[in-house]
């Protein structure tokens, strides 16, 4: 006799899928949609990408083909993601709950056995809800989700594993997604990671002029520094080359017009105060949601100033689809009464072998952020550090020359602040620290309040120690990079672990077949 064992993921999609298929057999006597009238739901995401386009404002790189989809949907100015790192800001994505909730929030967790997290059993991702519904799934490229799931519940498509980068989906062709059965697609674009294409220089077709470039006033007009920043430009104008392509194909295979495009990526930018920490840099990112579809529900060529966060991507979709958003989900449907956000929290926890531990409170009007680990450095050791990333190593150098004037030497502090507050419209760039101001004391309370207020409600998983097995894993991949007492007491007591891992950082992309 055969024996079948189900895991509580599996077990939890069975019955989202029975009460979908329920209320199914209750619509076809009533007024739902039939599968030719949902909408298809197509998400583009880019990865560590600034909002450095035309349709922003930004003349430095031709961006047509994604200026011609903002053109059709609604531009998103403060697009806030839940975090600055990749994996707890994708798991919070797909989830439509904070990483910090759900015990996802350091950097590449749950990459064992040892390490594994399991979603609480009333919880199923946003893939699998539309799964349920009824939608064929899938996902072109990485996951980096930091919990431990079984992919076939999330996505209809074969996929490959990496030991330490997590699994990704082998490539869906557009043209093949003709049939009758509506589609929540993903699309991953490499974005601002265009640049370690080894063919990167050659895609390129017309060079960001260097000398047009106005940095913000926290970098040093650098070489190596303007080389980064132009360089991201130019991922950029690749990028939207790619988007056209997807655009075209959509049209030709005679999708587009029943489909809703949502673009948007990760994180922000590689750069320093950037990518990793919670200023707008790290964390404000295009968002553009544009409606195909003939009946065109959302309105075109607009542009929206309101909160968004990351969590609110996956219930906005589904409601455009008129999919039920169930009780679960933190995320607001950013298209109902319910979408108006007064906040958005974001949050920073380990990345690699990076411990440290930043919240973050924005409003319309002002950044609040709280630093927890004031006895780490911002600028501690870094996986980039470790990888001799040539921007990170002229900050440094330029700093121990004494080359860098007092702005650009604020990041470089030893001891930094408990408390970061401003005023965004005045100080776009997060350089005057209003926190000891008395004339701010009232707004530094109000935000320090609602942080207190999320902490305690969601039960933030940050301000508990992680557990041993998900920093045995740093210390095996990082070996002598990863610095802190967390680390210390672990050599102690596996003496012969330190750098034994470090092949999970570069081994090959492993098919999965079943």
């Known amino acids: 006799m055969a024996h079948f064992h189900l895991s509580t993921s599996s077990i939890t999609f069975l019955l989202y899928t029975a009460f979908a ?47 011609q989809l903002a053109a059709r949907g609604i531009i998103y100015t403060n697009a806030i993601m839940p975090a600055p790192v990749c994996s707890p800001c994708r798991s919070s994505i797909i989830t439509g709950i904070m990483s910090t909730t759900l015990g ?5 967790s749950a990459r064992t056995p040892e390490s594994a997290i399991y979603l609480p059993e009333n919880i199923v991702t946003i893939p699998e ?30 996929y490959s594993q990496h030991p330490l980068y997590g ?19 993903q699309i991953q674009l490499s974005g601002g990671k265009e640049i370690f294409n080894p063919t990167f220089k050659d895609n390129v077709k017309k060079p960001t002029d260097k000398t047009s470039i ?40 005679g999708l587009l017009d029943n489909t809703i495009i949502f673009f948007f990526s990760d994180h922000g930018m590689r750069l320093t105060r950037h990518k990793q920490f919670l200023y707008e840099g790290g964390l404000r990112v295009p968002l553009i949601i544009a ?42 449907n950013i298209f109902g009464p319910e979408g108006e956000r007064e906040f958005v929290i974001s949050t920073r926890d380990r990345c690699d072998f990076t411990i440290d531990r930043i919240r973050s409170v924005r409003s319309q009007d002002y950044k609040y952020i709280r630093n927890f680990m004031l006895d780490r450095p911002y600028m501690q050791l870094t996986y980039m550090d470790a990888d001799a990333v040539p921007f990170v190593v002229t900050m440094k150098e330029l700093h121990e020359g004494g080359k860098l004037n007092p702005i650009q030497s604020l990041f470089f502090r030893d001891v930094r602040p408990a408390e970061e507050l401003y005023k965004l419209q005045e100080d776009p760039y997060e350089i005057n620290n209003l926190a000891d101001d008395p ?52 050599r102690e007591k596996y003496s012969n672990l330190a750098g034994s891992q470090y092949p999970l950082k570069s081994s090959k992309w492993q098919k999965i077949t079943e």
Not at 27 to 40: F, H, L, T, W, Y
Not at 306 to 329: H, M, Y
């Open 21 to 67: 298929l329920i209320l199914g057999s209750c619509a076809n006597s009533g007024s739902e949609k039939s599968d030719a009238d949902r909408p298809n739901i197509l998400w583009i995401v880019l990865e560590d990408t600034a909002p450095l386009l035309g349709c922003y404002g930004d003349s430095l790189v031709p961006t047509p083909h994604i200026d």
């Open 104 to 108: 996802t929030h350091n950097h590449h």
């Open 129 to 158: 809800l539309f799964k349920a519904a009824g939608y064929f799934t899938f996902n072109n490229g990485k996951d980096d989700y930091n919990f431990t799931y079984e992919r076939k519940d999330l996505y209809d498509q074969e």
């Open 167 to 185: 699994k990704r989906g082998d490539a869906v062709e557009i043209a093949s997604l003709t049939g009758s059965t509506p589609f929540f697609g």
């Open 214 to 253: 106005k940095l913000p006033p926290y970098l040093p007009n650098h070489p190596v520094i303007v080389e980064e920043y132009a360089n991201h430009l130019d991922a950029i104008q690749i990028t939207d080359e790619k988007v056209g392509d997807i655009m075209d194909q959509l049209e030709s295979s």
């Open 291 to 332: 409606d195909y579809r003939g009946t065109n529900k959302l309105k075109s060529g607009m542009r929206e100033d309101a909160l968004v966060s990351g969590i609110d991507l996956g219930p906005s979709a589904l409601a455009l689809a008129g999919i039920s958003i169930p009780d679960f989900i933190e995320g607001r």
């Open 439 to 490: 004339a701010y004391a009232d707004v530094l309370q109000q935000h320090a309040a609602i942080l207190e207020n999320w902490i305690m409600a969601t039960d933030d998983q940050g301000q508990y120690p992680e557990k041993e097995a998900g920093l045995k894993l740093m210390l095996g991949i990082w070996g002598d990079h990863a610095v802190g007492p967390e680390y210390d007491a672990l």
